[in-house]
């Protein structure tokens, strides 16, 4: 190969060489700056293929999905000064390219360790405003979503992220704070069980009470049901009685005076002093049965 053809041949490499590293291209998942002697000349490179100024410029490439942070755990004091050592993550994502280089140097360890600075600052914050009882309770969601808030609201203007979500992984407490807070709790469930039980005895007397006063109430209307009937008998009786009188007296008072006998003569053990011409004995005297 004569000398004036290598020349050609070593110009078309260095050619496509300059070529190749001129382009770049940045996917779905990325986003990117270009720097032109370490100073920014791009801010915010979106997905696709770009042009750059061959060894001049510099392409800083990063992760545009969403970032997990694993928070160390940090020791918080609740309003009663109880403390209470929190695990928690954030789940964030790069939003303004530009900004967040500026801000880190496109470190992600800096970016991460910026978070959780400013995330343990609020909820350092939020924690010392609640009792023990509303940050193991159902305040822990609503202490979340207003973190969260907070946390994205700086992290946008200072960082350039955009913070998804903040959550508590676990709250475990100090030992001499878990004896104490055991106590309470089992004392607040037997003064709880005792509240049932008393409520239980109480609604047990009323219901006792108000069967008593039924049975009375059932017994007066009975008493009073078997009364009347007894009289309507009795009334019954009388007009029968009073008929058969009206009909026939002569035979009527015959049948009251055996009746009359039948109950005195029952018993052998009584003694019955009568004078022999009674009327008592007008029927047993009277030999024609009149």
Same mark, same amino acid.
């Not at 061959?54 to 940090?74: G, M, T």
């Not at 140097?105 to 991460?112: H, P, Q």
């Not at 960082?159 to 004896?179: A, F, N, W, Y």
């Not at 069980?193 to 047990?204: F, H, V």
């Given at each position: 190969?004569?000398?004036?053809?290598?020349? /050609?041949?070593?110009?078309?490499?260095?050619?496509?060489?300059?070529?190749?590293?001129?382009?770049?291209?940045?996917?779905?998942?990325?986003? /990117?700056?270009?720097?032109?002697?370490?100073?920014?000349?791009?801010?915010?490179?979106?997905?696709?293929?770009?042009?750059?100024?061959?060894?001049?410029?510099?392409?800083?490439?990063? #992760? /545009?999905?969403?970032?997990?942070?694993?928070?160390?755990?940090?020791?918080?004091?609740?309003?009663?000064?109880?403390?209470?050592?929190?695990?928690?993550?954030?789940?964030?994502?790069?939003?303004?390219?530009?900004?967040?280089?500026?801000?880190?140097?496109?470190?992600?360890?800096?970016?991460?360790?910026?978070?959780?600075?400013?995330?343990?600052?609020?909820?350092?914050?939020?924690?010392?405003?609640?009792?023990?009882?509303?940050?193991?309770?159902?305040?822990?969601?609503?202490? &979340?979503?207003?973190?969260?808030?907070?946390?994205?609201?700086?992290?946008?203007?200072?960082?350039?992220?955009?913070?998804?979500?903040?959550?508590?992984?676990?709250?475990?407490?100090?030992?001499?704070?878990?004896?104490?807070?055991?106590?309470?709790?089992?004392?607040?469930?037997?003064?709880?069980?005792?509240?049932?039980?008393?409520?239980?005895?109480?609604? /047990?007397?009323?219901?006792?009470?108000?069967?008593?006063?039924?049975?009375?109430?059932?017994?007066?209307?009975?008493?009073?049901?078997?009364? &009347?009937?007894?009289?309507?008998?009795?009334?019954?009786?009388?007009?029968?009685?009073?008929?058969?009188?009206?009909?026939?007296?002569?035979?009527?008072?015959?049948?009251?005076?055996?009746?009359?006998?039948?109950?005195?003569?029952?018993?052998?053990?009584?003694? &019955?002093?009568?004078?022999?011409?009674? #009327?008592?004995?007008?029927?047993?005297?009277?030999?024609?049965?009149?």
């Amino acid at each position: 190969m004569s000398q004036k053809g290598f020349s /050609a041949l070593l110009i078309g490499l260095v050619a496509l060489i300059v070529a190749w590293s001129s382009l770049f291209v940045i996917s779905e998942r990325e986003r /990117a700056v270009q720097l032109r002697f370490g100073q920014l000349v791009k801010d915010d490179i979106q997905p696709g293929l770009h042009i750059k100024i061959p060894f001049v410029d510099n392409v800083r490439v990063f #992760d /545009a999905r969403l970032q997990n942070l694993e928070v160390p755990s940090e020791r918080f004091l609740t309003l009663e000064q109880k403390a209470v050592i929190v695990d928690s993550y954030i789940k964030w994502r790069i939003d303004d390219v530009s900004r967040f280089y500026r801000a880190t140097a496109g470190d992600l360890f800096r970016a991460n360790t910026l978070l959780s600075q400013r995330a343990e600052s609020r909820m350092r914050n939020k924690f010392g405003a609640l009792t023990l009882n509303e940050v193991v309770s159902g305040q822990r969601d609503r202490l &979340m979503n207003e973190i969260t808030n907070e946390l994205n609201s700086v992290a946008r203007d200072e960082l350039g992220v955009t913070v998804i979500d903040v959550r508590v992984k676990k709250i475990d407490l100090p030992p001499q704070v878990s004896d104490s807070v055991y106590e309470r709790m089992s004392s607040e469930r037997d003064k709880e069980a005792q509240e049932y039980r008393s409520k239980g005895l109480e609604m /047990a007397e009323g219901i006792r009470a108000n069967a008593d006063r039924e049975q009375r109430v059932i017994m007066a209307n009975a008493y009073r049901d078997a009364e &009347m009937i007894r009289g309507d008998g009795d009334a019954k009786a009388a007009e029968i009685y009073a008929k058969a009188f009206r009909q026939d007296p002569e035979f009527y008072a015959f049948t009251r005076s055996l009746e009359a006998y039948r109950k005195s003569f029952n018993s052998t053990g009584d003694i &019955m002093l009568l004078e022999p011409d009674s #009327d008592f004995f007008n029927y047993l005297n009277n030999k024609s049965g009149k």
